[in-house]
Structure formats: structure tokens, C-alpha cells
């Protein structure tokens, strides 16, 4: 029904902003990512927007970037995840991050999201995985979605995630530099050069 709206700032809060559209304000239900890009109030701005049905209600949501519209989308797809949820993922991480969360199996950094447990991030990653790609914000981001989703493909490189996640490195850290190896190394020569990689802070 809404593509975007533009209008000026009314008030911006934790989870929502008002846009003000020729004397109309909507409010819009939104992440933490878009509250810090939004304008301050009195200025214009413009948000994606999605237009959630209920039996009880009509909720409009807004998003700076249509990537995160379209994130949000696939997020709500996914069995489980409502909008409250799907807000609260894309609080903690921009879809660029999530899109390597889900690559590398970071379950981890889903659950850091209010809300949203282990057996939901788990869902998450089985039914996203190999579908964030087109996220990925620049060549670097998708050489990193590459990376994890390849470091788990041999069962050394698997090992090698494991250990370096026990050495207090994130999943996504780990699958990130694990995958930048060549995939016939042992699994000792994969943590060595990784931990060496993960220092320079890759």
C-alpha cells in the first residue's frame, strides 16, 4: 500500500518515529539502525515503509535503507519471527552483519537480539542461509560472506572454527578467517594462520 513516505520529523522515541506528510503524522515502528540515520525533528525525512495487517491493527513500519525493508521482509518470512523480533534483529545488526551472522552459523549474534532465542537464531540461520548474499554492502562484505560460508564446507576447517570460537573469537570472526585459507590444511595450520589473520584484525 506504501512504498515510502516523506514528511517531516515529529518526534523520534526507542522503537518508533512520526512522520509529519502534508499535515498527517504517521507513526512508524522501526530499528535502532534507522533511529540513528533519522533527521533530527523539524527536518524532512524519508522512510521505506511496510504495512503489517492484523485483526486488531494496522502497524506501518520504516527503514531508512530499502535494504533493511527488504531484510526485514525476509526476517518476518522466516516461522517465528514476528515484527517485534525482526525489529529487534536489525537493531543489533545492520543487514550486512546479519547476512555474515547467518553465513558463518553465528547464532550467537542473533540471540544478542531482545527477544530472540537460540532455537529461533538457529531457525534463522537454517532458513537464510545462502539468501543474504545480495546484501552485502561492498565487495569486502560479500568476500566475508563468501569466506564463512566456505569454512565449514571440510570437517578441518569446521574443527578450526570451533577452537578459535573456544579462544573467545565470535563464530563470525572465526568462519570469516578460517574460510581466507586454503582448505587443505590441517586443522592446526587453519587455527595458526587464522589467529595470525584475526591479530591484524582482518
Request: contains cysteine.
Given at each position: 500500500?506504501?512504498?515510502?513516505?516523506?514528511?517531516?520529523v515529529v518526534f523520534a522515541?526507542?522503537?518508533?518515529?512520526?512522520?509529519?506528510?502534508?499535515?498527517?503524522?504517521?507513526?512508524?515502528?522501526?530499528?535502532?539502525?534507522?533511529?540513528?540515520?533519522?533527521?533530527?525533528?523539524?527536518?524532512?525525512?524519508?522512510?521505506?515503509?511496510?504495512?503489517?495487517?492484523?485483526?486488531?491493527?494496522l502497524d506501518l513500519f520504516?527503514?531508512?535503507?530499502?535494504?533493511?525493508?527488504?531484510?526485514?521482509?525476509?526476517?518476518?518470512?522466516?516461522?517465528?519471527?514476528?515484527?517485534?523480533?525482526?525489529?529487534?534483529?536489525?537493531?543489533?545488526?545492520?543487514?550486512?552483519?546479519?547476512?555474515?551472522?547467518?553465513a558463518g552459523g553465528d547464532?550467537?549474534?542473533?540471540?544478542?537480539?531482545?527477544?530472540?532465542?537460540?532455537?529461533?537464531?538457529?531457525?534463522?540461520?537454517?532458513?537464510?542461509?545462502?539468501?543474504?548474499?545480495?546484501?552485502?554492502?561492498?565487495?569486502?562484505?560479500?568476500?566475508?560472506?563468501?569466506?564463512?560460508?566456505?569454512?565449514?564446507?571440510?570437517?578441518?576447517?569446521?574443527?578450526?572454527?570451533?577452537?578459535?570460537?573456544?579462544?573467545?573469537?565470535?563464530?563470525?570472526?572465526?568462519?570469516?578467517?578460517?574460510?581466507?585459507?586454503?582448505?587443505?590444511?590441517?586443522?592446526?595450520?587453519?587455527?595458526?594462520?587464522?589467529?595470525?589473520?584475526?591479530?591484524?584484525?582482518?
Amino acid at each position: 500500500m506504501f512504498y515510502s513516505l516523506t514528511g517531516t520529523v515529529v518526534f523520534a522515541e526507542e522503537s518508533s518515529v512520526a512522520l509529519d506528510c502534508g499535515g498527517v503524522a504517521f507513526r512508524l515502528f522501526t530499528t535502532g539502525n534507522t533511529l540513528r540515520q533519522c533527521a533530527p525533528v523539524g527536518e524532512v525525512q524519508t522512510l521505506y515503509t511496510h504495512l503489517n495487517v492484523r485483526e486488531d491493527a494496522l502497524d506501518l513500519f520504516g527503514f531508512a535503507e530499502k535494504s533493511e525493508l527488504d531484510c526485514f521482509k525476509m526476517l518476518t518470512g522466516v516461522t517465528g519471527v514476528g515484527p517485534k523480533a525482526g525489529l529487534a534483529i536489525l537493531s543489533c545488526l545492520t543487514p550486512d552483519m546479519l547476512a555474515v551472522s547467518v553465513a558463518g552459523g553465528d547464532v550467537k549474534a542473533i540471540t544478542a537480539a531482545q527477544g530472540v532465542g537460540p532455537k529461533l537464531a538457529q531457525r534463522i540461520v537454517l532458513e537464510l542461509k545462502g539468501k543474504l548474499d545480495s546484501f552485502a554492502s561492498s565487495s569486502e562484505s560479500l568476500g566475508n560472506i563468501a569466506a564463512a560460508q566456505k569454512a565449514t564446507v571440510s570437517y578441518a576447517g569446521e574443527d578450526a572454527v570451533n577452537a578459535l570460537v573456544m579462544l573467545g573469537y565470535t563464530r563470525s570472526e572465526a568462519s570469516i578467517a578460517v574460510g581466507k585459507l586454503d582448505g587443505s590444511l590441517s586443522t592446526e595450520e587453519m587455527i595458526k594462520q587464522a589467529l595470525k589473520m584475526l591479530a591484524r584484525n582482518i
